[in-house]
């Protein structure tokens, strides 16, 4: 079971879990529209989310638009 | 009034939006509808499932078109990254590009900026860079591709309006792309002065968003932009030192 440090904080997710799993964890809408994955610091297309296995202790970073700037 | 052109994208509206600020996204709604705003920006941060609403979703049912930007980012490397993993989230190659080099003033930092708008540009973004009112770096943005040039009046938030009218004045006269004044309106009549120096339009967040009321100020924001684009196009008359009468003098009436 990867444990991975999914927005800041460590969680661990079953066994073959994906970049995908990682965004329903986070918490992002069910749709994932205006959701951009990074792991490790680098841009994941959503078109690779499903296909994508997490490994230990990898970074993922989950975002989503919001007010700012 | 002739339209707003960035990167071959018609805008008639010459006000561009911050959603930065408001207290929540009903009363966000209805100052972005008063403004008349046709682009509104907004920043990437991690999801927050207790967040309320979609601001995507609002905005666009506003008519605003999405400007992601890399606000709160210190390295060409991480606006880099912030723009991208936008792009992929929004599916928009445009992108305005912040990269604050002090955390006190939020001034950006003119080597990271010019950095990640080369690399930016490279990549296929529609760069609008945020940055100081200096014309040789403005003119260096220019040169590295960026669709337009977003220096600002003062420091981000702080509302005191263009603290260096002459720079602005050489940014414009100097510029081939959109001037955008991006930061430290604080009231109407700053954003006046801004179109009548010369700048294509205003991007401002803070001045409607923080104001007491946020959709009237929206308003007034609106009518001071168009305004001073009026003002500067109708030609000024020149300063005097003394005054000079209207009036005929010719024809005055004898009345002793």
Known sequence: MPTVLLNGERITLPDGATAADAVRAAGAPSESRGVAVAVDGEVLPRGEWQATALTEDGQVEVLRAVQGG | ?256
């Open chain 2, 1 to 256: 009034m002739a339209a707003l052109t960035i990167a071959g994208r018609v805008f008639h509206s010459r006000l561009i939006i911050g959603t930065g600020g408001f207290r929540n996204l009903e009363l966000m709604a209805r100052a972005v509808e008063a403004s008349g705003a046709e682009m509104a920006t907004v920043a990437m941060r991690r999801v927050d499932p207790t967040a309320p609403g979609s601001l995507v979703e609002v905005l666009e049912g506003c008519g605003c078109s999405i400007l992601p930007n890399t606000a709160n980012c210190f390295t060409a490397r991480d606006a880099v990254r912030t723009a991208r993993l936008a792009r992929e989230a929004l599916e928009t190659d445009w992108v305005k590009l912040e990269v604050i080099g002090d955390d006190k003033t939020l001034l950006p930092d003119a080597a990271e900026l010019l950095d990640a708008a080369q690399t930016l540009v490279a990549d296929g973004f529609t760069v609008l860079p945020y940055t100081n009112d200096d014309p040789v770096l403005a003119r260096r943005l220019e040169e590295a591709g960026c669709a337009a040039v977003m220096p600002l009046g003062s420091p981000i938030g702080s509302g005191m309006g263009i603290l260096n009218p002459y720079n602005l004045r050489l940014i414009v006269e100097a510029a081939r792309v959109p001037v955008i004044l991006d930061a430290g309106i604080g009231t109407a009549s700053d954003a006046t002065l801004a179109m009548e120096a010369g700048c294509d339009g205003v991007l401002l967040a803070s001045a409607i968003s923080r104001a007491e009321d946020p959709p009237a100020m929206a308003s007034a924001m609106r009518l001071a932009v168009d305004a001073g684009r009026l003002a500067r196009a109708a030609g000024r008359i020149p300063r005097r030192r003394y005054g000079e009468a209207s009036s005929p003098i010719e024809g005055m009436a004898e009345l002793t």
